[in-house]
């Protein structure tokens, strides 16, 4: 069977670029046959970037609520809580000892840092943490810990997937065996990277996301309005390629949708009404979903039962795979 395996980070609402970049196309490949899931909370890399134990939490339901509405199928997925599982720490600390310090230099993450600082002209590691340096190898040990062969993700991700296939070949030539499986990263080649509000990437920290269900229909509405346009009038021929509300609006219609959305624009389509055909595309999606999303917010105790089954779930593997490990480097393995 292929392992899909994908996580999110507990540190904000999901918004449409989680959503379309990694919810939706992690649910469709876990309802293939022949394919074993894996899907998580990344809890600890949220205390990364976010010191605030409430925030924390309330991501946690909001995101375990946001993929069990959008179809997640808890009996056929492991689905589980990074933190759940103390064998992540553990194999983390194992490939923090084989990584290349040089390696995680180049992390695009902790060099964005550095340039801003550079930029301010402050220290260059100012409010730099060890685990925003080291945050490739936390996420190589989640990808490792399950061998999992395919990771779905954001265009975002691809330089911590090819960290990843570097940790684990260096993992599996020093100790001498296949321990690891050299996992692919996946990219939905349509979305690959959705724009937010301003055409940046969406992204919490740029501020301009657009909320999946947090506000419900009406909040949604509010953000498609925020879309930046160009100044061109209703009448004049619009340049659907180079609109990034065009791009939103392609991750979630059919390519036939798509290009009708396309020649209107062209023949003149006026913004306003192209932002209401935007939401009610969006709406046709998402509203089915917002309500079950509603229902399980509702009721943390039913999530916090799943998040625990699941974490049972990937422990079998787990700990006998540490075991394992821990005997490959020379430590006691656990009897
Ligand atoms: P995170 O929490 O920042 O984002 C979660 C997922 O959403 C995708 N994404 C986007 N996709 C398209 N367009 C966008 N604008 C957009 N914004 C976010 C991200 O690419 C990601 O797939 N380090 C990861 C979490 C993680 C992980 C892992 C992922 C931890 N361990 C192991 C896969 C495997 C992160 O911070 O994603």
Redo the contacts with the bound molecule.
Sequence with gaps: NTRV????????TP????Y????RPSIRASTQAGVDAFF?L?DY?ALIKCDDPQRIARSRLEIAATWIAAGLDVERVTFYR?SDLPEIPELCWMLTCVTAKGLMNRAHAYKASVDQNLLKQVDPDDGVTMGLFS?PI??AA??LMFN?NK???????IQ??EMTRDIAQRFNHLYGGEYFVLPEVQI?ED??????LDGR????SYDNTIPLFEGGARALRAAVLRIVTDSRAPGEPKDAEGSHLYTIYRAFASTAESAQFRAQLEQGLGWGDAKQLLCERIEQELAPMRERYAELMAKPERIEDILQAGAAKARKLSGPFMARLREAVGLRAPA
């Design positions: 395996l994908t996580g999110i980070t507990t540190s904000g918004h449409l670029g989680n379309a970049g990694a919810i998580f990344a890399h990074q945050y936390l996420m989640d990808i999992a990771v779905p993700v954001g265009r975002d991700q911590h997937l939905e979305v690959a990277t959705l724009p937010g990437k969406m992204s919490k």
